[in-house]
């Protein structure tokens, strides 16, 4: 008993199985007994009672000849039958709904000189011919209530069982839907997600195989990680070296472009180390209370010289708000040198705004803009809008990555609208702390 106890608990065929099988014994044994109850309350009809047949010289008598509708009333009340009364100019029924049409019924058999049994749709009904009137003395329909009161039952307990029935099917299938949340939340990259479980079944196995997948992409990644910050810091000692001796080198136009190229490399390493830093779960940040808009305006001095001109929009009263100084400065100069690279020498506004608690940076140009097949994917790591990769486009498809990584370790986020040959706003929501801050207070 222990071990098919155990099979059943971990076979979900099984138990979906003995489910159904259930409903359908129940359905069959409810809808039997009710077509049985229907039929044997029809088979009630067929048989006369033997008081009719004994005192039905008595019953006539009790009506009278001509008959008195008042006794006949009477009597159909007692004996809890209908008593219908014909001739050529009457014809009268104690039951309303004259539910059987008595004047089509055949012989049967006799009772009496003038009375016979007489058959019609399978019922016998008795007949007494006296008086030039015709009495016929039938069951009362009651038994067809009866019938219907059965059916009633039999659909409502039927309607219990699949009632039942859905609610344990639904109960068996709540893991598939902690399932597929949970698929959810690893396909929109929280890896650290684990569904919860403690069924033996086949949804059990699955649940496991599921966390386990969630485990090894996880540490695949973060093997990843660890090999990208070793390969990144390694290549700085080169990197040193070639700038060393490219100092020792005569002034040249290639010992410009050299520098240059060894500067794009070094930028492009602390770029990675930097995305990969604030990629990890809990981005350690330096945090400090900052008045927001006198740090935007001294980020954005060293742009003066654009020919195009930086037009600040700041609020006239400034607020202190937490941030990590050194990476919100790295991302308004990354918005503000895309503003640049792409506005075509056209004039560029950086605004600060309040919008309750949240701060609002937004860097808007009047450039080339973006296509909106790109606006999805422009801020994931080296995507480029122009495939093409050319220096004089500039970027190597880290920068927006690097701010939406900076506002999303600050609890804020990165929002980008543009239109193709009218530019690009990018709007950076701040909240007045990260969303550690208070627990690093506490």
Not at 21 to 35: E, M
Not at 50 to 75: C, H, K, M, V
Not at 102 to 107: A, D, G, K, R
Request: glycine share 6%; proline share 4%.
């Amino acid at each position: 008993m222990t071990t098919l106890v155990q099979v059943v608990r971990r076979s979900l065929f099984i138990r979906l199985i003995f489910i159904f099988g259930v409903t359908v014994i129940l359905f069959f044994a409810i809808f039997s007994i009710s077509l049985r109850t229907v039929n044997q309350n029809n088979n009630t009809i067929d048989a006369i009672p033997d008081f009719f047949t004994r005192n039905i010289e008595s019953i006539i008598e009790d009506i009278g000849t001509p008959p008195n509708l008042n006794n006949a009333i009477r009597l159909a009340e007692e004996l809890d039958w209908s008593i219908a009364i014909n001739n050529p100019i009457m014809r009268w029924s104690s039951d309303n709904e004259y539910r059987l049409p008595v004047e089509q019924s055949v012989f049967n058999r006799t009772l009496t000189a003038d009375a016979e049994v007489r058959s019609i749709n399978s019922e016998d009904i008795i007949m007494v011919q006296r008086g030039g009137y015709d009495f016929y003395l039938y069951q009362r329909s009651l038994n067809n209530n009866s019938n219907y009161i059965v059916l009633y039952i039999g659909v409502a307990l039927a309607s219990i069982v699949l009632l039942l029935n859905y609610f344990m099917v639904n109960k068996l299938l709540d893991p598939v839907r902690l399932l597929r949340k949970g698929a959810e939340r690893i396909r929109l990259g929280d890896l650290s997600f684990r569904v919860k479980s403690n069924r033996q079944d086949e949804l059990g196995e699955l649940t496991d195989s599921i966390n386990h997948m969630a485990d090894s992409l996880q540490s695949m990644l973060e093997a990843k990680r660890q090999l990208l910050l070793a390969i990144s810091h390694e290549l700085r000692t080169p990197i040193t070296k070639a700038k060393l001796r490219l100092e020792f080198m005569p002034g040249s136009d290639e010992r410009d472009k050299l520098k240059e190229d060894i500067q794009e490399i070094e930028l492009l390493i602390t770029d990675l180390i930097e995305a990969e830093r604030l990629n990890e779960e809990h981005a350690v940040l330096t945090a400090e209370p900052t008045p927001i808009v006198a740090f935007v305006e001294g980020v954005c001095d060293q742009f003066k010289n654009y020919p195009g001109k930086i037009e600040l929009k700041l609020p006239a009263q400034d607020r202190e708000i937490v941030i990590d100084n050194l990476r919100v400065r790295l991302l308004i100069t990354n918005l503000v040198n895309n503003a640049i690279r792409h506005g075509q020498g056209n004039p560029i506004v950086v605004r600060v705004s309040f919008n309750g608690q949240f701060t609002h940076l937004e860097v808007n140009d009047n450039g080339e803009g973006i296509g909106e097949e790109h606006l999805s994917q422009i801020s994931e790591p080296f995507y480029r809008a122009d495939s093409s990769r050319q220096r004089n486009t500039g970027g190597l498809g880290l920068g927006l990555y690097l701010c939406r990584l900076i506002a999303k370790a600050h609890g804020g986020e990165l929002l980008i609208r543009s239109l193709l040959g009218e530019g690009t706003h990018v709007k950076v929501k701040l909240p007045p702390h990260p969303p550690l801050e208070e627990l690093m207070d506490k």
